[in-house]
Every structure is written in structure tokens, then in C-alpha cells.
């Protein structure tokens, strides 16, 4: 890395990537006001480094979902292979070089929905790694709720699995070295925080106060029992209460961490979001919340969306305010430079200067990554490693088109696993979206072959293992379910459920609503749905309890519970593939698109 100061070096990439306006009018502070961090004179530069969504991602992320799209000054696009903990520990480690005030925060989803290296040991190898990575804090994201309160307590605190128990002999889990926050998560019957509400990092007198939010939105793309007798709260409200108790505090430095996001207008991690404008580039929850979130408050560290951006959206003084979000996955960090002001305790936010930054897989890996990631996979790989089918090329899960390959497999497997009589009947399949992990790669990750389905990758694509339910819907219930993808809660980001072979309609994008939605078009097996009549449908429990804004589902009958997801998937791919024929991917189409 450059030894260059990091003030200016942030504003040379900031201005490079164009990714903040902000950073801009740091290039208007006198000479000799800041001394990079060294803490000499009135101001002092602390550099806060943030990701998000890093979801258990230990080893680097394969095919798509570890690459990141980078837009050069032609205007023409490239991808570059981002991620991997062992590479993240060296970025990080190499950032915080020369920095003698550097924070790491995170903005929550650090676990859940992990490969399986992870999530088998639920998500233990993943906090010892961000133990490793020297964390300061992470707020929580929804996904810190997958197996309820008080597993969450247990990464905090420590403390052996309480029905699997220690994973090594003599070795007791720690938990979590850094606090997570949950300021707007509270127990129903106490009112009380379930967590530490916000955090403040202190050195040499400088203060800064984090507070930690997840979207209000989480029981509605959690299972009922991950967030049982838990109350979330608005994000703004939340946030302004505490930034009052932090000033009370006399702490008026100020960093919010909301796992919550936007969505600009390129997929390119050095897109400009603040073209012609300050935040003009960005859509999304994310803006409305910083539009209205304190003034009081410095920057916002986001999440959620999995997407990159540092943005300058104002605040409600209309002043610009840094708003940054580092993809997922651990492809990328973000560094932000908080010029503190030793006088008036705050930070001079006309000299904060963010920029994202690309964990490339060029540099020398963390040795001690290197080794958690062996120790953890030495007691993984007699699962792991285990072939579960074979594909001809790669199953790919895109995040840009409605219909994904994996998708269809994936809804496949469901009908045909539960069509048979004494399994429920199914009649069709529909899958959410976001329980799409990955795709499958053809390319060998390990010595199991090209094109060798391990159980260990089946699992990184269905990694909840929800058990699969059978229901009775009618046709007119099925039509609702479609358009409910469109409108009500997913009405600004649509949520575009997969489904099995047979089961087509046409997404009209070009109408807003309902009315996306041609309900003469769709069709089972070729003919029209009625309306009155009633259908079998497969789908996760997750789904069949009304998740990801699909009320309508929880108004099923006569519900079948099936086989886990990860179980159907995998008998779907032994059945359908060998070494010497395996299976292709599955063709699309099953959704007409019009834009």
C-alpha cells in the first residue's frame, strides 16, 4: 500500500473512482489543519473501515458471486475475482498501515446463510475469523436472527452449542471479541434492548459513537421462530433516540451502522451515485432513512442490498452526508476518512472522504486465515467433500434477470420430490429468491473433479435446510402470490419467486403494481389457471408462513411437511446426473420479461 498520508490518499481515489462529492471539498481545508491521524494540532483523521453481508464467506466466494464489476474511464466494463477472509485480513491489515486512529465496523449479516465451511459449525469459523480480522463493532442484520435470540447471545457470549456442543476436543467457544448492536431490537414483554444499543470507541481522547440498527422489516424475511417474542423498531426513530443519549454522553461523533440499503443505477463498485448530484445515483430504503436520520449524525455505514456504493445523500439539514455500502460477500471494504475535531468533539464533515476498494486475490494471504480456514475444513471435509451429482456446465444464480438457472433447478427438484402422492402432490414449486445462495460452478474447487457436485457447494446454494411444505392454494391465491411479488411490501424491490417447469406467466415491467403481473397469461402445463380451483403447491416453510411480503401464502390448507430443501435438492441431482451424463442446466423462459 502507498505511504502516502491517508487523507490525501483517500481523496485521490475518491476523486479517481467518483465515488463521493464530499470528499471533493476536502481539497478546501488549509494547509496543515489535519495531520492525518497523528494527533498533532486541532484535528486529527481517524479512518474507519467498514464491509457488510460478509454471510460466512470464509473462502473466496466462486463463479459470479466472487467477482466484482470495475468501469474504466472508456466507459467499458471488467470483473475482477474479489474475496476470500484471507485476502480481506491482508487488505485490511495493509489499510490500516501508518493509520494511528483506524476503526472497523460492519453493518450486519456477518453469519447466517453461510457456505457450508460455516454454517456447519454454526457460524463459530466466522466469527473467530472476525475476531482475527480485529473488529471494533457490527450492528446486527436479519440474518443474525436465523436461529433465534439465543443462539445470537451465544455468538456473543461464547459458550458450546447446546445441542452439538464443542466441535473440538478441549476447546470451548469464545464468541464474539466486538459488540454487536441492536438498538432497535427489543424484548416484547420487557421493552428492554436485546443487545447493546451503541458502542464508543475511544483513543487518546478522540470519541466516536456507533449505533447499530437492522431493518424494521426483519420478521417479514425471517422464519417466526428466529425472531419469536422480539420487537423491531423504526430505524430513523431508533437511531435519533440514541444519537440524543450519545450527545447527552458528550459524544457528538457519530456513525450509524443500518443493515439496510440502496440500490444504484450501475452494478460497477466505482460508479459514481452522486451524478449530477449528491446521491441522485441511488434508490432504495436506504435514501429515505438518510434524508431523515439526525444531522447530529456523521456518516452511515449501510448493508442489506448487497450492493457497492459511497454516496453523499443529504441529511436533513440538506447538507451532504457519506452513505457507503461494501457489496457482499467480503469482495470489498470500504475506508472513509472522519476528520475529528479535538475542540468541538465532533467531525468536520465537509473533509469526510470515503471510497470502496477491491479485496483482490494478488496480495499474500493472512497466514493465520490460512490456518482457521484448514483447521475448520479438516472437521468439515468428511460432509463437505462428498459427491452429491454432476453438472455440465455452470447453473448460474445472475442478480440482474427475473428467472435464474439455479432457480429452476431448484424449484424442479421441489416438485418433482414432493409430486408423489404420499409426499403431498405438488402440482408446481415456487421458491424465494432470496433463499438462492449461489449457483453451481462446473470448475473443480478442490480435487473432486470438474463439473462434481459436492455436498458441501449443494449446501452453499439452499444453506437454511427449511423443511419443505405441501399446501392447497387456489388458482385465484396462486395469481395473488404473483402479483404480491410486485406490489404491497415488494412494490420497490421486487421480489421474483422461481418456479418449476410448467409454470409460466408474463411480467409486464413497463406497468407499475398489480398490474405487472398479466394475469391472462398465466398458465399450468399449458392451460389457464382457474381461478376457483384448488392446487398443490410445494414451497419452503419460510414461504408457506407468509415470508418476503407473500401474505397471501400464510392463508393455505391442508398443509404436508416434507423433506428439508438441501435434502430434496441433493436427491433431485443424484437422480438426474452421473459421470458420465450429467446434467445440463436448466433452460428458461418460463418467465416472459417485457421491459
Known sequence: MSATPHRNRSRILAAVAGLTTVGALVA???????ESGHGHGRTVDVQLLSFNDLHGNLEPPAGSAGRVTHTDEDGTTRTIDAGGVEYLATHLRQ????HRYSVTAAAGDMVGASPLLSGLFHDEPTVEALNKLKLDVSSVGNHEFDEGAQELARLQNGGCHPTEGCYEKGKKFKGADFPYLAANVTKEKSGKPLLDPYFIWKKNGVRIGFIGVTLEGTPNIVSAEGVKGLKFGDEVETINKYTKVLERKGVKSIVALIHEGG???????????DSPGPGDGISGPIVDIAKKVSPQVDALVTGHTHQ????SIPDPSGKPRTVTSAASFGKLYTDTTLTYDRRTNDVVRTAVASANHVVTRDVAKAPDMTKLIQRWNTLAAPIASRPVGYISADIENPADVPEKPVGNLIADAQLEGLAPADKGGAQLAVMNPGGVRAGLVHKAAGGEGDGVV???????VQPFTNMMNVVDLTGAQLVTMLQQQVSGANQAAPKILQVSTGFTYTLDMTKSGTDRIVTSSVKL???ALDPAKTYRVAMNEFLAGGGDGFAVLK??????????????LTAYLAAHSTAASPLAPPATGRI????
Open 592 to 595: 416472459t420479461v417485457v421491459k
Open 308 to 311: 457497492a456504493y459511497a454516496c
Open 95 to 98: 489499510a490500516r498501515e501508518d
Open 555 to 568: 392463508e393455505h390448507k391442508n398443509k404436508l411437511v416434507g423433506a428439508s430443501d438441501l435434502d430434496v
Open 263 to 273: 440500490a444504484p443505477a450501475s452494478a460497477s463498485y466505482n460508479y459514481n451515485c
Open 28 to 34: 478546501a481545508m488549509p494547509a496543515g489543519a489535519s
Open 525 to 527: 402445463n399449458g392451460e
Open 454 to 460: 459436492t455436498y458441501g457447494e449443494a449446501f452453499t
